[in-house]
């Protein structure tokens, strides 16, 4: 029975799988139809000549075998090559969740705040990046039906993407071994219609956004004490600093994404803003991962007012 395929990805793994099965059977029936055939042919008692090869039809055979499988295999490598990069080429208008692994259990957020734990509702038909990370262990964000797997590691962000294309449910698994009921954490997608998604996330309790939850964080936190626009202390204005490209103390640039902010906020001396001092202190141990994900929410919600000038050394 074929597994199913639930996602724009799956049946692009499958060809592959496909692809090699067929290979290999093919080479299989060849290889097993000479031996027969040579076998028959040279059985005792036959008159069918035993001495050497030419050379000539040696090298030719030689040669020929060795770019016929150099090229069948550069093949699969480039169709794999590709079905492989578009993983890390997440649509930029993806619906975004929020992945907190622990044992043993999946936190999942949805923008609007809506929590859920263990079951992941999405639209059919709609690329989700997952921005994840881990409480404690390493975890593996598994569906099956979607052929999508990603190791899911504490301390940092990683993200995934799938776009499900059938409604329904599919099993949801860690799939990295992580302790004594790795084998129970796990769970469910569950794929709905467009309609039925916008009914269901209507239905769930209403709460603040996660950016409407960070800006309270934000002052809670004391962050608005330096990045605030009065504050004594000089600090970066936060407007707008998601996706921009941040110039470093000691030169170079990066690119501000989730990981950035978020190393932004628990090693503040890693990287440096360009012209600033180090002076922010760490967060380590005082924002934990829900914190953080609010934080970098209001972060990113943040877009710049107007365009003002710069007081920069
Ligand atoms: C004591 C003052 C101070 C406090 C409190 C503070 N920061 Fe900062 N922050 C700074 C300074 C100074 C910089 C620039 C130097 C650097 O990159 O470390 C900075 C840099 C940053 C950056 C990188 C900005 C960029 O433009 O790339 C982020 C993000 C940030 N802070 C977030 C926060 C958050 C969130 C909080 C509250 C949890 C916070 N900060 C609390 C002083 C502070
Ligand atoms: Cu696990």
Excluded at 80 to 94: C, G, L, S, Y
Excluded at 280 to 309: C, F, H, N, T, W
């Amino acid at each position: 029975m074929r597994p199913v395929e639930a996602s724009t990805y799956a049946p692009r793994v499958d060809s592959i799988f496909w692809m090699l099965t067929a290979a290999s059977g093919a080479v299989i029936l060849l290889v097993g139809t000479l031996v027969l055939f040579f076998s028959i042919k040279y059985r005792r008692g036959t008159a069918t000549p035993r001495g050497p090869v030419p050379d000539r039809l040696s090298r030719e055979v030689e040669i020929g075998w060795t770019a016929a499988t150099a090229f069948a295999f550069l093949f699969f490598f480039w169709f794999a090559a590709v079905a492989e990069t578009t993983q890390f080429e997440i649509p930029r208008k993806a619906m975004e969740i929020h992945v907190v692994a622990k044992q043993w259990m999946w936190k999942l957020e949805h923008p609007n705040g809506t929590r859920e734990i263990n079951t992941l509702h999405v639209p059919v038909g709609v690329p989700v990046r997952l921005v994840m990370t881990s409480q404690d262990v390493i975890h593996s964000f598994f569906v099956p039906a979607f052929r999508t797997k990603q190791d899911v590691l504490p301390g940092r962000y990683v993200e995934a993407w799938f776009e499900a294309s059938k409604p329904g449910t599919y099993h949801l698994f860690c799939t990295e071994y992580c302790g004594t009921d790795h084998s129970r954490m796990g769970g469910g997608i569950v794929v709905q219609s467009q309609s039925d998604f916008a009914r269901w996330i209507d239905a769930q309790p209403q709460g603040d956004s996660l950016a409407d939850q960070g800006a309270v964080l934000f002052r809670r936190m004391g962050c608005t004490g330096c990045h605030g626009g009065s504050s004594r202390i000089r600090a970066p204005s936060l407007a707008g600093v998601f996706g921009r490209q941040q110039p470093l103390e000691g030169g170079g640039f990066v690119t501000a994404d989730e990981s950035y902010l978020r190393d932004s906020i628990l090693l503040p001396n890693k990287q440096v803003v360009a012209g600033y001092q180090p002076v922010m202190p760490s967060y380590q141990g005082v924002a934990s991962e829900d914190d953080l994900i609010r934080l970098i929410a209001y972060l990113k919600s943040q877009k710049v007012v107007s365009p003002r000038p710069e007081v920069g050394p």
